[in-house]
């Protein structure tokens, strides 16, 4: 793959609280943990990034937490939709969460990206059959004085809790739905 600066992608290590070493399932828990890949946009880092935190350390309390949860980052939140798609297509993970703050401002173009990310995210999973979570944020109104940074700072931390919870239990929910049923 070709990088340039403008449009590269790199996978981010996870912290080694959220990297646990893969096992071999035991008989009474023939699953191994779920793998988990996270995309992230680099647009309105200092804000996004409180998701990321706040996920791996949910993740990392849950009483079944991910085997593993690879990280990685991409320019705008525009650019997650494809990424989303190769990892949810490539087998290696069992749900994909997308994290990015897509702000108004001002301009028509908010409501354009807003659409096309969270439908692009939705096709996604519909299509790959792998549940794409998303954390991205939409607001109508956002502006970079102090008052609305530290307002998302705080909800991104919320928002990162919620996403993380979802995942662990829709991907238990597909599990379970998946197993034959007794008779």
């Not at 937490?65 to 990892?87: H, K, S, Y």
């Not at 607001?139 to 990162?160: A, C, L, M, S, Y």
């Amino acid at each position: 793959m070709n990088q340039t600066p403008a449009t590269s992608l790199h996978a981010v290590a996870a912290p080694a609280a959220t990297r646990r070493p893969e096992a071999a399932p035991s008989p009474a828990d023939a699953e191994p943990p779920p793998r988990i890949a996270i995309v992230s946009a680099a647009w309105h880092a200092d804000i996004v990034d409180r998701a990321l935190e706040s996920m791996r350390a949910e993740f990392a309390r849950s009483p079944s937490p991910p085997g593993r949860v690879d990280e990685f980052e991409v320019p705008g939140a525009f650019e997650i939709p494809l990424l989303a798609r190769r990892l949810a297509a490539s087998g290696r993970y069992d749900a994909v969460v997308a994290c990015a703050l897509v702000a108004n401002g001002g301009i028509y173009r908010h409501e354009f990206v807003a659409a096309a990310v969270i439908d692009g995210l939705m096709r996604v999973q519909l299509d790959a059959g792998v549940p794409v979570l998303s954390c991205v944020l939409t607001p109508r109104d956002f502006h970079e004085h102090d008052e609305h940074q530290r307002f998302f700072r705080e909800h991104f931390v919320k928002k990162g809790v919620e996403v993380a919870r979802a995942c662990l239990a829709t991907v238990a929910g597909l599990r379970a739905a998946a197993r034959p049923q007794a008779a």
